[in-house]
């Protein structure tokens, strides 16, 4: 009676343990799509990403550099200062109200042939705030000002 107890507090045991594996398993391939990388265009330039996997591209929209096409389409040039990157927004959604040149942004797509196509945008929400991110890349090239106008450390 002794032994039939062990093995069974052994059988649940080893059977939790695989459900956990099995529930791991599941929720790695559920978010595989779901994880896009960040890079700046200096990184996008140093190490171009595969055509298949879809990134995060974020930076400052260079000025000058918005050009209208048919509907709610547009191309523009995402810059940290050290690198451009050319844009092809080819969303379906409108532009965001805030999305302006020398503004932050972060665009999802992929790099096809040295343009990245992108599918959403995302735009600064006020005056004073920028991605995390594209401050990141902003301040690794010295280009950083905080809201005030004085250099980011």
Do not use: C, W
């Not at 700046?40 to 140093?46: G, H, I, K, M």
């Not at 171009?48 to 096409?69: D, M």
Request: glycine share 10%; hydrophobic share 40%; net charge positive.
């Amino acid at each position: 009676m002794k032994g039939l107890k062990k093995q069974r507090r052994i059988q649940i045991i080893v059977l939790a343990a695989l459900a956990m594996v099995m529930a791991t398993i599941l929720i790695g391939f559920a978010l595989k799509d779901g994880i896009n990388f960040f890079r700046s265009p200096t990184q996008v330039l140093d190490e171009a990403p595969p055509e298949t996997e879809t990134f995060r591209l974020g930076g400052l929209v260079k000025t000058g550099s918005i050009v209208n096409r048919a509907g709610v389409h547009f191309d523009f040039i995402i810059t940290d200062g050290g690198a451009e990157i050319p844009v092809r927004y080819i969303g379906k959604d409108p532009r965001p109200d805030l999305f302006r040149e020398n503004t932050g942004t972060i665009a999802t797509g992929n790099l096809i042939r040295g343009t990245f196509e992108a599918t959403t945008l995302l735009a600064k929400h006020d005056e004073t705030y920028m991605p995390k991110e594209v401050m990141d890349a902003l301040k690794e090239q010295g280009l950083y000002k905080d809201p005030k106008g004085q250099p980011g450390s």
